[in-house]
């Protein structure tokens, strides 16, 4: 259940990268990690890592987390429902 709301909340905070209206506040409530949080998940094998730059961004960056999946944040309803729920997933956009 963890998983699955840092997961939709991650959602929310990149949906407003990219032009969803999320207030301020929602924002600063979404729970944040440092990048030595995440070195120290990334050898595990529950923990997927989901890159939902948009493509100027992607395109404009050669700095890619190893083993990230990339996903359209604007299709989060069609790739979400496959996520295996016994997983941890850190999003990422910017």
């Not at 890159?51 to 395109?59: E, H, L, M, Q, Y």
């Not at 990230?68 to 295996?84: N, P």
């Not at 729920?85 to 910017?94: D, I, M, P, R, S």
């Amino acid at each position: 259940m963890k998983a699955r709301y840092l997961f939709v909340t991650a959602v929310a905070v990149c949906l407003a990268f990219v032009g969803s209206h999320a207030t301020t506040l929602a924002a600063k409530e979404v729970p944040r990690m440092t990048k030595e949080q995440l070195k120290e998940m990334l050898d595990s094998p529950n923990v997927v890592i989901i890159d939902v730059r948009i493509g100027k961004d992607w395109n404009a960056s050669d700095l890619k987390i190893k083993g990230a999946i990339r996903e359209d944040a604007e299709k989060v309803k069609e790739w979400a429902s496959k996520l295996d729920e016994n997983k941890t997933y850190v999003l990422y956009c910017a």
